[in-house]
């Protein structure tokens, strides 16, 4: 059974402008979907659907979507009562039924953010021109340093933290994003849904292989007499091989670069703390680009928050607008220092009222509240004995 709409303005393809009448009694769950108003019908998934009826969206658990056949059954009724009968679970009759198919990008929140595209465009206006600080410049140029002011204020002051959650393979390894630049932190999800950092291991690395004959001579390459390179090297074959060996168990290994039982017994004074810890271990290798972690995270979920410079799409080119000002005289700095016959005073002027900008976005992105300074700082909600 297919049913008729139109596209509607909000990129939706909306499914229904009419009306489903059910039987007396209300026994019809099924709809089939058609593509002549879904065009990705092949490709959509539940999650790429949402369902109304006379105007009230339907939860996710209420009905069923089967996206080879492109069937949309309704299975229950909780939290939605007033359009979905109590037996059969079918719209009420009468009711509208309406599909519309998610938009490729729900831009919740984006009022907060100016992109890249609006802030040349800006400082063109308000910058360039006769009787302006800059009386002529290539729009080319401000690009640039727009983007370069982006991908600083990215690493100290804009909120440019993403993060991937992956489970840990038997590789033990994780490929580093493709616009990683530095990370935040590394966590591990336990059965409460909570995150346990994980920290860094100083004491090995994955160092690159050379190849040796019997008696030690570096092998080379026939073709292009290159040195020859094993992969992967020993040190991480013998790092992963330790058959789970944590910060609890690690006493019964003698050979354990972490803890040395054997100073335990009262013999030292003070304990390292990101060794005191048995949530596991990791280390980056840049060249590889991988992340590698200790065999006690075999199977776990893994969550890495990293810096990011916002530079990767067009979408991720915008930055806060209580951190717009920042970029018109970061732009506004680079382009007085680059230029020739511009007087000094001036661009010292602007190097200051880029800082202080800078400051001042830092400052409004801490998003530092008062009634929450307040409570932490006076323990309200604890008794202090």
Known sequence: MGLLGTRTQESYYNQSQSKWSTNPNGVITTFTLTDVYFPTLTSLAKTDIRVFINGVEIDTVNYDYVTASSVLTFSGRTGNETVLLETTFAPIDGATLTVKERAAKENYGNY????????????????????????????????????????????????SEKSQEIEIPPSLTMILPHDYINYIKLTWLDGSGLERMLYPQRKTSNPTTLLQDDDGNY???????????????????????????????????????????????????????????????????????????????????????????????????????????????????????????????????????????????????????????????????????
Do not use: C
């Not at 009787?131 to 204020?153: C, N, T, W, Y």
């Open 112 to 159: 907060q953010y100016v992109s890249i595209r609006d802030i040349v465009n800006n400082f063109l206006i308000s910058y360039v021109g006769e009787d302006k600080i800059i009386p002529k410049v290539r729009k080319a140029d401000i690009s640039f340093h727009a983007q370069r002011g982006l991908a600083e204020l990215s690493y100290d002051i804009l909120r």
């Open 219 to 385: 092998l080379f390459d026939d073709t292009d007499g290159e040195l020859l390179k094993g992969i992967p090297s020993d040190t991480w074959n013998k790092y992963k091989d330790r058959s789970g060996v944590t910060a609890s168990n690690a006493s019964r290994v003698d050979d354990d670069t972490d803890i040395d039982w054997r100073y335990n017994q009262g013999q030292r004074y003070g304990i390292e703390p990101e060794f005191a810890q048995e949530n596991g271990f990791f280390f980056i290798d840049p060249v590889d680009g991988k992340i590698f972690f200790s065999s006690n995270m075999n199977g776990k979920t893994v969550t890495l928050k990293y810096i990011s410079d916002t530079l990767g799409t067009e979408d991720e080119q915008q930055v806060h607008k209580l951190a717009e000002e920042a970029l018109y005289k970061y732009i506004a700095y680079a382009l007085l220092s680059t230029r020739i016959n511009v007087p000094e005073y001036m661009v010292r002027r602007f190097k200051k009222e880029r800082f202080a900008e800078m400051r001042k976005a830092k400052i409004r992105l801490s998003n530092l509240k008062s009634e929450e300074l307040a409570q932490v700082m006076k323990g309200k909600s604890k008794f202090i004995k």
